[in-house]
């Protein structure tokens, strides 16, 4: 269920980032499996203004859980930059539930020598977070929210 998900917002995502004229290369299109260190290597090599990976988040110990979050690696300020960019416009919607950027030591951020975030676009293991996951109209409005986020972070840098 989370790799249908994930492709479907990040599709989506292109989508838009496309119609605002900035290019978007994907790690993956279609229903593959790619490892980590594959995934480094095309953000590196592409020399991404901002990588970022997307993500469902589970927590089996407590279902009550959920809400959008963005991880940087520690020590990256350009990270943790778009992360707060990303988060902000989500909270602005009013229609997503943000948690909170935090520095985090996952291998797809440590290793990219570009700007990276992660977001986990909410919690599977959340009964009402996973179903509005699975909607269409939903998975289109986190892509809205962080496209929004990237336009604004990659704007701020810009100017």
């Known amino acids: 269920m989370e790799k249908e998900i994930n492709l479907a917002v990040v599709l989506k995502m292109r989508e838009l980032l496309e119609n605002q004229d900035i290019r978007v290369v994907l790690t993956r299109e279609q229903d593959m499996f790619m ?3 594959e995934r480094v290597q095309v953000a590196n090599g592409e020399k991404a203004d901002l990588f970022v990976s997307i993500h469902c ?4 110990k407590d279902s ?4 959008l979050e963005c991880y940087y690696c520690k020590g990256a300020e350009e990270g943790k930059y778009y992360a707060e960019r990303i988060l902000d416009t989500i909270e602005k919607s009013g229609e997503i539930v943000s948690r909170n950027a935090k520095p985090s030591g996952y291998y797809i951020l440590k290793n990219t020598t570009v700007p990276a975030v992660l977001v986990e676009v909410g919690y599977l293991s959340n009964y009402n977070e996973r179903n509005q996951l699975t909607s269409g109209e939903y998975q289109g409005k986190l892509a809205q929210g962080l496209v929004e986020g990237i336009l604004e972070g990659l704007e701020g840098k810009a100017g």
């Open 35 to 37: 490892k980590l260190e």
């Open 57 to 60: 988040n589970y927590y089996e």
């Open 64 to 67: 009550s859980i959920y809400g």
